[in-house]
């Protein structure tokens, strides 16, 4: 009987332990879909509130390179009608691109601190953000490398490079020629194109501003024999 009594207390005590743990962890999902997770293909976050301090260093550096406008994150308190994209776009030339969820999107922004600024200060963003380059690539590529049936040779890969919406494809040959890409064909439907690069240029690519993702041509068909 004994031995009865010193097991209980010690389930007992596991299973408060577990039940404190599912609370937690209950509180911190809740948490987070409060906050509202960016959820983009190459990874989920959650984003402090503000202006990204990064997404400011890459507004500088576009308009030493005279560039008029970049691409950025925006995570709104609360999704925008129409009419408030209306004033958005009007009154600080906010481009709102494709949805992100939660309550995010691709944008494009003039290249000018202040717009930011406002953005998060009067016109109810809840944060602004730096797209990173490895957020524009295939996760599966930058752990384990372009998958075999999409390589050429030991350094070539064949991909798809989707742009943004608002790139003309002017801009998108310009952008793909100054890594060496030997471009196969152009997708309309993607605003984008099939192209063969060196692997290790990938990243490099995805730096660049106009491109949105990059990832792996898809297998091709097994044909049927079976009739």
């Known amino acids: 009987m004994k031995k009865v009594f010193v097991v209980i207390p010690a389930v ?41 301090q990064e997404l400011l260093k890459y507004i500088q550096i576009g308009k030493k390179e005279k560039r008029d406008r970049v691409h950025a994150l925006v995570q709104f308190f609360a999704v925008p009608d129409i009419n408030e994209r209306k004033r958005l776009e009007k ?52 752990d384990k490398g372009v998958p075999e049936h999409a390589r050429r040779d030991k350094k070539r890969a064949d991909l798809i490079v989707e742009f943004f919406g608002d790139v003309p494809e002017r ?12 471009l196969i064909n ?25 491109v949105k993702w990059i990832v792996e041509v898809p297998r091709p068909q097994e044909l049927d024999n079976d009739g």
């Not at 240029?201 to 995805?206: C, E, M, N, W, Y």
């Open 12 to 52: 007992l005590s596991l299973i408060c332990l577990l039940a404190w743990e599912c609370v937690q962890a209950g509180e911190v999902q809740k948490k987070n879909a409060d906050a509202g997770a960016v959820r983009l293909k190459s990874r989920t976050f959650v984003p402090a509130q503000g202006l990204d």
């Open 91 to 142: 009154d600080v030339k906010l481009h709102i691109l494709d949805p992100i969820p939660e309550r995010a999107y691709y944008v494009s922004i003039p290249t000018n601190i202040s717009v930011a600024r406002e953005l998060v200060e009067k016109r109810r963003v809840r944060w602004i953000g730096y797209i990173r380059p490895k957020d524009k690539v295939a996760p599966w590529i930058l």
């Open 171 to 182: 801009d998108q040959q310009q952008a793909l020629q100054r890594h060496s890409s030997e």
């Open 186 to 210: 152009r997708i309309i439907p993607l605003n984008g194109w099939h192209i063969v690069i060196n692997e290790s240029d990938i990243v490099k690519l995805a730096g660049e501003d106009p």
